[in-house]
């Protein structure tokens, strides 16, 4: 059994959980245990009880309890990756540099693991680790159905910095869509708080959100306020439209639940369109017929950020998937039609 300890954390490991940092430097402990350890009050950071998701900073310290001794430290696990899978994932890398890796995620592939989920980005990362010790950190997500850019950190610095401006706004996400009918105005902004409406899932995958006049917001317990900048790029007469958005909050589903809420569900989406509910023109109903793919028509279509080392400017930009592509072929549309950023004149 060992002391009692206080160590005082580093600039490299500024930013991240307390679990994270506790299981790396104790890899005999396990995930429960730490967590029993911070409800005890065993473990404290600055003299102070904290829970396991507790984010550390540069000059904290951490008390750390007498641990039992480890036999021996277990051998490094990685995930096996098939050479098929290996080859789907550094196919899917659209950007690359000696901190940070974006991929244009597949529809269909789950950011990470969950009930029922054993094949995510998160495990197949092992494929991007290149030359590099560790593999790449996840710093935001994408549900499962949703295609596009996903950036990765391949340092702690890294991943606490982009982790950081993503929580306090200081990145640009923009998604292109096809919905159901034709938004109107063509530029505008939705205000839907949203709130949890039942159901269950690992990580939100099972989740259904409901939305809420931001006058109910509030009142509403759970409920929390969301905003999404929308421009309406091409319409296919009042059936159908090309519609650029952009989320200025984070929120489960948001950009989902907020096209639905105004009456044009974005096509394929069965959760908040409708899977029965064929589009006949009126504006509603999530599925187009014909030789429309029925799947999710949601994409990242970029991202810009502040480069976390450069501090440059960086805007890493993702194809249409396959069956986004047909579709936009059908249509007769182009990708070259759109502008970088649809949004200029609310910025």
């Known amino acids: 059994m060992s002391r009692v300890q206080t160590l005082t954390i580093g600039p490299g490991d500024n930013d991240q959980r307390l679990d994270r940092w506790f299981r790396r430097m104790f890899p005999h402990v396990a995930q429960g245990q730490i967590e029993k350890l911070c409800r005890k009050g065993e473990i404290r950071v600055d003299g102070g009880r904290v829970k396991a998701s507790t984010r550390l900073e540069t000059g904290h310290t951490v008390r750390i309890p007498p641990l039992p001794e480890p036999h021996e430290r277990p051998p490094l696990v990685r995930t096996k990756v098939s050479k098929a899978d290996e080859k789907l994932m550094r196919d899917c890398v659209i950007y690359k540099d000696d901190h940070i890796i ?27 680790r290149f030359d590099y010790e560790d593999k790449p950190r996840l710093v935001h997500r994408l549900d499962k159905d949703t295609s596009g850019v996903l950036l990765l950190a391949r340092t702690r610095e890294a991943a606490s910095a982009l982790t950081k401006a993503m929580r306090h706004k200081e990145t640009r996400k923009i998604y292109w869509a096809v919905v159901a009918g034709v938004p109107t105005p063509y530029l505008g902004e939705i205000k839907y708080g949203l709130v949890k409406a039942g159901g269950h899932g690992a990580r939100g995958e099972g989740e259904k959100m409901h939305a809420l006049h931001p006058r109910d917001v509030d009142s509403t317990p759970g409920a929390k306020r969301a905003i999404t900048h929308y421009a309406t790029l091409y319409r296919v007469a009042s059936r159908a439209a090309w519609v650029a958005m952009e989320p200025i909050t984070g929120r489960t589903h948001q950009l989902r639940a907020h096209m639905a809420e105004i009456g044009h569900p974005i096509v394929g989406d069965g959760k908040y369109g409708g899977s029965g509910q064929e589009n006949m023109g009126d504006g509603w109903g999530a599925q187009l017929g014909g030789i429309i793919s029925n799947k999710l028509h ?37 990708p070259d039609l759109a502008a970088d950023d649809p949004f200029e004149e609310l910025h």
Not at 102 to 121: D, F, Y
């Open 102 to 128: 974006a991929i244009n995620k597949p529809a269909g592939l789950p950011t990470q693991g969950g009930s029922k989920q054993t094949r995510h980005v998160d495990g197949l990362s092992e494929a991007l």
């Open 298 to 334: 949601l994409h990242a279509r970029s991202m810009t950020f502040e480069h976390p080392m450069t501090r440059k400017e960086v805007r890493v930009v993702a194809d249409l998937p396959e069956h986004m592509a047909r579709t936009w072929d059908t249509f007769g549309w182009t």
